[in-house]
Each structure stands twice: as structure tokens, then as C-alpha cells.
């Protein structure tokens, strides 16, 4: 994984999931205070291929990143392998 991608996508993914968790709190099962670690697990997950690409938040990353909401532009924009 390119570190300053994954530096850049983990950024705006606790944005997007503080928000998440803020405005739809019906969906998430953690509170904003745990958002940090829910990052730090999903990019771990990133890494090894066994993340869902189908919440609020990754939806709004990629968004915000202009990238294609796909698992394999995901992968191709942080040159995951």
C-alpha cells in the first residue's frame, strides 16, 4: 500500500465516518470516540482484501477522493497488491 495514499485516504475516511456516525448513528454501532480505531481496523482490512466497500463512509471517501466505487479502483488508487 502507497503510505501516502493510504496517509490520504485514512484522513478523509475519519472525516467521512465521524460524520457517518454522527448524522446516522442508526447504522454504526460505535460511538464518534471510536472512530480512530474503526479506521485504523479498516485499513488493515484494506490491506488484506476483506473490507466491505458499501458504507455511508467509504462511499463518501471515495467520493471525496474521486475515486470509482469499486473494489478495484480502491485497490488500484492505494496500490494495494
Not at 474503526?38 to 462511499?59: G, Y
Request: charged share 30%; proline share 5%; net charge negative.
Amino acid at each position: 500500500m502507497n503510505p501516502f495514499r493510504a496517509q490520504e485516504f485514512r484522513d478523509e475516511y475519519v472525516t467521512q465516518l465521524d460524520d457517518a456516525v454522527r448524522n446516522y448513528p442508526r447504522e454504526y454501532c460505535y460511538s464518534p470516540d471510536q472512530v480512530p480505531g474503526v479506521v485504523e481496523r479498516m485499513m488493515h482490512a484494506i490491506e488484506h482484501h476483506t473490507f466491505s466497500k458499501d458504507s455511508r463512509a467509504i462511499r463518501a471517501t471515495c467520493r471525496a477522493l474521486e475515486i470509482r466505487h469499486t473494489y478495484k479502483a480502491i485497490y488500484e488508487w492505494l496500490e494495494v497488491e
